[in-house]
């Protein structure tokens, strides 16, 4: 082939707004590696985007099978994206067990790119084929491109220095680099990613940027593309922005409030799926005084977090689902002795181990009401990875304003998917820092449970401070001097202290603000789901139907203007990721009738589904 | 206590009226920890008590210091917490054998093997008080409770054998009404680095009266109690007659006559091998018989909160102090025009 050829080879790229691309293989085969690259060098280039990486629970899974394919799927845009995509335009399948997992999501028509070496008998039986989708016409209704990834892995990386059969590890970066040239993807970021990662000329970096370019030039020399794309950088607000992961944004939100707090931070975790991350985020910032402490279990984690709020650090603890339930005792201690507390529940499928990896919304009303005795607490949500900054550090500031632990409710899908965050200007954060109590001028003993008039938080004197040492613990307290009491009056009294002190932070936060058009309906969402819920209503709306979205934060308190938002409608709409559990509180708080979306499949909800809903309701029909 | 002493007992005593049972071992303690805080150039607002739930529990109410009556078996996990935000305080747990050894067994472990800056007291009563009666894990077997009708047929924990299985730093056994010997044992984890275990045993003389009476009788007592003495061989009885040897088959008493005091062991609470502690540990399995007491083991290990300080110390001298504008731009960044 002349070089002339190669050029006449080369299409014009065509211009796209938008595309759906799912790196699949086994979950040896690097394929969260090759998405979460791809994604890199798509943030840089400035296309908006959104990602959901989706893999199985084992690290090593059966090689070859369905249950060990792990995925990445990122949508980017040259418009302003609020999620993952509902469907891929582009599957990229390393095996038949990929492809067999995820071809159903396809769009019909969508392009197929698959490494052929892999669709031997072996794999085919293992996928459970019975014959070779590649031959028995299976793909007719896509646009399948092949290439025999595993043998130009192989001889691209002959010279690097790695042998054997260790070469095929890098065939992840061979696929991710004939990606980056059908979606024209520049490739100097992986390649200055390699360097980083693996050193440069290391034997597993040069075969790493080798098969890359083998990949990437593959492209260019077949003649099996009739077409490469090109999505335009996103017309995003203007500023600096990052791609930034939702567990590490929730991890710089913890550090900035402390820096806000003037406090250090303390975390203590015990690891778990999805929360771990944040725990290896915090760890790494020593520099900043932040103590990460890794703790003997869940208990000891939430323990030595309020250990540390009793000395009068900035705390938290991270957990997931089964962890929660673990701390449940200790958090009804922090809310009686009324000490600063954040709680960061990543919420996962359920009940019990349940679906590890996967999201879920179902933690809502053990968040709520998961303690023993009446024991009320403030919950905060976020949305979405880029959210989940400014979620922690709201946190941080009631618990600290309020002297009360707060649950920050989080999941798995905003855990570890990343989309672009426009950075905040960190000195314009406000001070959210609270005085530690001071010896009374006066020479009054030191009452730790004298109440401010306007937060009825209680004040906080620190282990140090001469003057006011005093005892706290899990009896019951009297009103005016904290000691332990018995009396029936007093219980009864301080029951409702706790209740009205979070019941009062209602006036403390924002009114839920309401995007859209009409009275006929409002969708009502809290947590992950903004993003569908938020492109499914304006698609309606670009259609001519009016229709309303309102998305909370606060699940408790709840905002003040709630009750009259929700009585502007005629019909409310809740899509959640669980049985209808923010469905319940409404209903229980406003006695008006909801009507609830619930898909409870480990997966977000996807902006189709809620338009289907929403369009039956306006045309008078039930919802599934 | 001089007339210099900065402190007197009364001034770590609060407020709160006392409310363990008459003639309960509990107040022998608490006297002895008033007197030992009482006698130290410490700021009273430094001492930071934590406990669990039962009896021992109720102790930081009694304490006019920082204070924290928390969770039933978590008090190591909370006081870990206060320990390592502010290696500056002296943290005291308070817990008993049902608090620290079944329901929070798992936070002690932790505790200890980390070498946290705690000083750990375990009020060893063999019974459960607050429940009104019930064994323990440091029961007797055999022991007839409300839940054990026909005898308990748990096998007991050793506490020293344990935390010396734990990786613990010190080691010590104490009797509740020997105030001198507390305090000296207070005083000894006290001054140690780290994670201190006290074993302290504590008479419960309304569910488990005279669980102790071998070394507290006084015709028994001399015979029973065989006195820890660094640097000295480990001898005992009311003339001394009765010694102790270890060998490979472990420890055990012997008569000193018959071995003649040269081949008496030689106690060394610094020894880095846990191996003849933890044997000294089994000659007894309980306060039967002949029991050791006194400081089983006091080796230097770095402490968790002082490693940590450390570590973030050199990591603002490599790093510089944390900058949150460059922290968010880490990942890097780009820039959209208006």
């Given at each position: 082939m002349s070089d002339e050829t190669l050029t006449e080879a080369k299409p014009e790229p065509q211009q796209i707004e938008d595309v759906v691309i799912r790196f699949a293989g086994d979950s040896g085969d690097g394929m969260q590696l090759a998405g979460t690259q791809f994604t890199a060098s798509s943030a840089l280039f400035g296309n908006d985007l959104a990602t959901l990486p989706n893999f199985p629970a084992e690290i090593r899974a059966p090689a070859g099978t369905i249950a060990g394919v792990s995925s990445f799927q990122v949508h980017i845009a040259d418009w302003d994206v609020l999620t993952p995509g509902d469907s891929p335009d582009c599957l990229v399948a390393m095996n038949p067990a990929a492809l067999k997992a995820h071809l159903h999501d396809l769009v019909k028509g969508g392009l197929l790119i698959i490494n052929s070496d892999a669709f031997e008998d072996r794999n085919l039986v293992k996928a459970g084929y019975e014959t070779n989708p590649l031959e028995d016409g299976s793909l007719d209704a896509y646009q399948v491109i092949t290439a025999p990834m595993d043998e130009l892995t192989k001889i691209a990386v002959e010279d690097s220095g790695v042998k054997g059969r260790a070469t095929l590890r890098s065939k992840n970066f061979f696929a991710l680099g004939l990606m980056s040239w059908i979606y024209q993807r520049p490739l100097d970021p992986v390649i200055e990613w390699i360097g980083s990662k693996f050193g440069t000329d290391t034997p597993v970096g040069n075969a790493n940027e080798l098969a890359l370019r083998a990949g990437y030039n593959f492209g260019i020399t077949t003649e099996s593309f009739h077409k490469t794309f090109v999505i335009k950088p996103a017309s995003l607000p203007a500023g600096e922005y990052t791609n930034v992961v939702g567990n590490t944004a929730t991890a710089w939100g913890l550090v900035a409030a402390a820096d806000k707090a003037k406090l250090p931070l303390f975390i203590g975790s015990y690891p778990i799926t999805p929360a771990t991350t944040i725990l290896e985020e915090l760890a790494r910032h020593k520099n900043f005084g932040v103590k990460s402490f890794q703790a003997e279990d869940e208990i000891a984690g939430i323990g030595s977090a309020l250990g540390a709020a009793f000395a009068g650090r900035l705390a938290v603890t991270t957990t997931s689902g089964p962890g929660l339930a673990l701390k449940s005792e200790t958090l009804s201690l922090a809310l009686m002795i009324e000490l600063p507390l954040i709680v960061v529940d990543i919420q996962r499928g359920g009940p019990s181990t349940g679906l590890p990896t996967k999201v879920e919304q179902s933690d809502l009303l053990f968040a709520m009401y998961g303690r023993h005795g009446e024991s009320p607490l403030p919950i905060v949500s976020t949305s979405a990875p880029s959210d989940a900054f400014d979620a922690a550090f709201e946190a941080a500031r009631i618990a600290l304003k309020f002297m009360t632990p707060v649950i920050l409710l989080t999941d798995g899908y905003i855990a570890t998917s990343s989309e672009p965050w426009r950075l905040p200007d960190v000195d314009a954060l406000p001070d959210i820092s609270v005085p530690f109590a001071s010896v009374d001028e006066d020479g009054d003993p030191f009452l730790?449970?004298?109440?401010?008039?306007?937060?009825?938080a209680r004040p906080w004197a620190i282990p140090g401070q001469a003057g006011m040492e005093h005892r706290v613990g899990g009896l019951e307290k009297d009103?005016?001097?904290?000691n332990v009491s018995y009396d029936p009056d007093n219980h009864e009294t301080m029951t409702h202290t706790r209740q009205d002190k979070i019941a009062r932070i209602a006036d403390d936060i924002p009114d839920v603000s309401v995007h859209g058009e009409g009275d006929e309906l409002l969708v009502l969402g809290w947590g992950s789901t903004y993003g569908a819920i938020r492109t499914a209503v304006n698609r309606i709306t670009r259609k001519g139907r009016p229709v309303a979205h309102a998305h909370l934060r606060y699940l408790n308190p709840m905002p003040k203007n709630l009750g009259e938002v929700l009585g502007r409608y005629k019909q409310v709409l809740i899509p959640e990721i669980n049985m209808g559990q923010l469905s319940r509180l409404i209903r229980a708080e406003f006695l008006i009738p909801t009507v609830s979306f619930n898909r409870i499949q480990g997966q977000p909800m996807r902006a189709r589904e809620i338009e289907t809903q929403i369009n039956k309701l306006l045309d008078g029909e039930d919802v599934e | 206590m001089t007339d210099t002493a900065r402190y007197q007992r009364s001034d770590f005593q609060t407020d709160q009226e006392v409310r363990w049972c008459p003639g309960c071992g509990d107040y022998t303690i608490l006297a002895s920890v008033q007197t030992y805080l009482a006698s130290?150039?410490?700021?009273?607002?430094?001492h930071v008590f934590v406990s669990g739930i039962g009896c021992s529990s109720r102790f930081p109410y009694y304490m006019n210091t920082y204070g924290m009556h928390t969770v039933h078996g978590r008090a190591p996990a909370i006081a870990t917490g206060i320990a390592t935000a502010n290696p500056e305080l002296t943290v005291w747990v308070i817990t008993g054998d049902g608090d620290g050894l079944s329901i929070g067994g798992n936070h002690l472990i932790h505790a200890l093997r980390r070498n946290m800056n705690l000083n750990i007291l375990l009020f060893n009563n063999q019974i459960y008080g607050l429940t009104k009666g019930q064994y323990s894990p440091t029961s007797e077997v055999g022991k007839k409770t409300k839940t054990s009708p026909s005898g308990s047929i748990d096998r007991p924990f050793n506490p020293v054998s344990l935390a010396l299985g734990s990786e613990a730093a010190f080691v010590a056994r104490t009797l509740d009404m020997d105030r001198n010997h507390t305090i000296a044992m207070l005083k000894a984890m006290h001054e140690h680095e780290g994670a201190g275990l006290l074993e302290i045993y504590q008479n419960c003389n309304v569910f488990n009266d005279k669980a102790f009476i071998d070394l507290t009788d006084k015709d028994t007592r001399d015979d029973n109690r065989i006195w820890l003495e660094d640097g000295k061989p480990i001898v005992f009885g009311k003339n001394n007659e009765y010694g102790v040897v270890v060998d490979h088959e472990g420890a055990r008493v012997i008569e000193v006559s018959d071995v003649g005091l040269d081949n008496v062991h030689v106690h060394h609470a610094d020894n880095p091998n846990p191996s003849v502690a933890f044997a000294l540990s089994r000659i007894s399995q309980g306060p039967y018989g002949p029991t050791p007491l006194g400081v089983f083991r006091n080796v230097k290990v770095p402490s968790y909160g002082k490693v940590l300080e450390q570590q973030i110390a050199a990591a603002q001298e490599a790093k510089g102090p944390g900058d949150l504008a460059a922290l968010i731009r880490s990942r890097g960044t780009w820039t959209v025009d208006a």
């Open positions: 730790p449970y004298l109440r401010d008039p306007i937060t009825m009103a005016t001097t904290g | 130290l150039d410490i700021d009273r607002e430094k």
